[in-house]
T-cell receptor
Framework: EDKVVQSPLSLVVHEGDTVTLNCSYEVTNFRSLLWYKQEKKAPTFLFMLTSSGIEKKSGRLSSILDKKELFSILNITATQTGDSAIYLCAVNQGAQKLVFGQGTRLTINP | EAGVAQSPRYKIIEKRQSVAFWCNPISGHATLYWYQQILGQGPKLLIQFQNNGVVDDSQLPKDRFSAERLKGVDSTLKIQPAKLEDSAVYLC???????????FGPGTRLLVL
C-alpha cells in the first residue's frame, strides 16, 4: 500500500527558532514530491521536488529530497507566527495523482 | 487570476440526508480533483476529471458518492445518503493539465449529525 508519513505530527516552537519537518514515503510510482502549507482550509503550494540533493529555497523556507532513502525535509528558519499552519507532504504518482501524508501541525508562539 | 471557487463553505446535515457541493476551477484548467480531508489526516483523492471525463475514481465510494463535470468546467460532488463518517472538509483543486501543479479551493466543511 502506498504511504506517505510525516513527522512530527505536531510541533510547538518559539518565534525565531528553526524547524525541520520530515516526510518519508513508500509508493509504487514516484514522479515528484510536493510540499503544501494549509492555513484554515485551502492548501497552498510551496515546493515541488523531483531530483535528489537539489535544494529548493523560497525566502526562509527550503526543502530537499533524498530519492535513495525515500524522504524529504522542509526547513523553516527564523520562524514567525505567520508560519503557524499544517504542512502537508504529497507524492505525485503520475498525472498529478497525489498521495498525501497526514500533515505536521506547526505552532509558532511569540 | 481568480482562484478555485467552492460552495457552500459549511454544511450541516443529518445522517441519511443528501448533500451536494459545487466547484468552479480556475479558468482554462482542464483537470479537476475532489479530495476528502478528515480531521487530523491529509487530503485523500476521491475523483479526478480531465475535461469532462473521469481519469481516476478508484477511491470514490460509489454506493453513495457521485460526481460530474458535464461541460468540462464546473463540477458537483454529491453524497446520498450521508453517513456520520462523511464528516470532513471536501476540497476541490484544479490544474492546467494533469501533470501540472494543483491549486486548491477553500473547501466545504461538512458535518453529519
Amino acid at each position: 500500500e502506498d504511504k506517505v508519513v510525516q513527522s512530527p505530527l505536531s510541533l510547538v516552537v518559539h518565534e525565531g527558532d528553526t524547524v525541520t519537518l520530515n516526510c518519508s514515503y513508500e509508493v509504487t510510482n514516484f514522479r515528484s514530491l510536493l510540499w503544501y502549507k494549509q492555513e484554515k482550509k485551502a492548501p497552498t503550494f510551496l515546493f515541488m521536488l523531483t531530483s535528489s540533493g537539489i535544494e529548493k529555497k523560497s525566502g526562509r523556507l527550503s526543502s530537499i529530497l533524498d530519492k535513495k532513502e525515500l524522504f524529504s525535509i522542509l526547513n523553516i528558519t527564523a520562524t514567525q507566527t505567520g508560519d503557524s499552519a499544517i504542512y502537508l507532504c504529497a507524492v505525485n504518482q503520475g498525472a498529478q495523482k497525489l498521495v498525501f501524508g497526514q500533515g505536521t501541525r506547526l505552532t509558532i508562539n511569540p | 487570476e481568480a482562484g478555485v471557487a467552492q460552495s457552500p463553505r459549511y454544511k450541516i446535515i443529518e445522517k441519511r440526508q443528501s448533500v451536494a457541493f459545487w466547484c468552479n476551477p480556475i479558468s482554462g484548467h482542464a483537470t479537476l480533483y475532489w479530495y476528502q480531508q478528515i480531521l487530523g489526516q491529509g487530503p485523500k483523492l476521491l475523483i479526478q476529471f480531465q475535461n469532462n471525463g473521469v481519469v481516476d475514481d478508484s477511491q470514490l465510494p460509489k454506493d453513495r458518492f457521485s460526481a460530474e463535470r458535464l461541460k468540462g468546467v464546473d463540477s458537483t460532488l454529491k453524497i446520498q445518503p450521508a453517513k456520520l463518517e462523511d464528516s470532513a472538509v471536501y476540497l476541490c483543486a484544479s490544474s492546467p493539465r494533469a501533470w501540472e501543479t494543483q491549486y486548491f479551493g477553500p473547501g466545504t466543511r461538512l458535518l453529519v449529525l
